[in-house]
């Protein structure tokens, strides 16, 4: 009997642990939305995981919220924007599409075709020809005039030139 009671002392609290929100829904469609608003919605004190995911007490205040408005028949839309005035843009994962968030909706697109455009004229550049008619990335087959040859240096350079394209 002592056993069975230490036992019984020893397993009480591992009980308060196992705490788990139960909510009552009228039908499956608010317990899917229900879900999904807490997926979807941020807790403001743990920053990184969403209502569904945090054991803040914010959190849990926050899914009966979530509750009590989806029992009062709030759209999603609703929801959400007492969420927003309450907390600020911070609680959605995904921010709207508004002015103030051009940049991070559009910004990383525009960079990459900024980044695209100067590759293409790096890569052009190079193969441009230069003001002697040969392009930047090749050797020049003759040497230009006022490259400080003599006439010749020029031949013996042409000869060798000519010799290793016979090759």
């Not at 036992?7 to 229900?34: H, M, N």
């Not at 959605?92 to 695209?116: D, E, I, N």
């Amino acid at each position: 009997m002592k056993f069975w009671l230490v036992v019984l002392v020893l397993l009480l609290p591992l009980q308060s642990w196992a705490a788990i929100d139960t909510y009552e829904f009228k039908d499956e469609a608010s317990r899917e939305r229900f879900q999904q608003l807490t997926d979807e919605l941020r807790c403001p004190k743990c920053q990184n995981q969403n209502l569904a995911d945090s054991n803040s007490p914010i959190a849990k205040d926050l899914r009966t919220e979530i509750h009590r408005m989806l029992g009062e028949e709030q759209s999603d839309d609703q929801i959400i924007d007492f969420m927003v005035a309450r907390y600020g843009e911070f609680v959605l994962y995904k921010p709207r599409k508004t002015a103030s968030t051009w940049v991070l909706w559009y910004g990383p697109f525009v960079l990459l075709a900024f980044g695209l455009l100067i590759i293409v004229l790096i890569s052009r550049r190079k193969r441009k020809p230069d003001a002697s008619g040969t392009p930047a990335n090749k050797p020049a087959e003759e040497p230009a005039e006022g490259s400080g040859l003599n006439e010749t240096e020029a031949k013996r350079l042409n000869a060798i030139l000519k010799q290793d394209d016979d090759q």
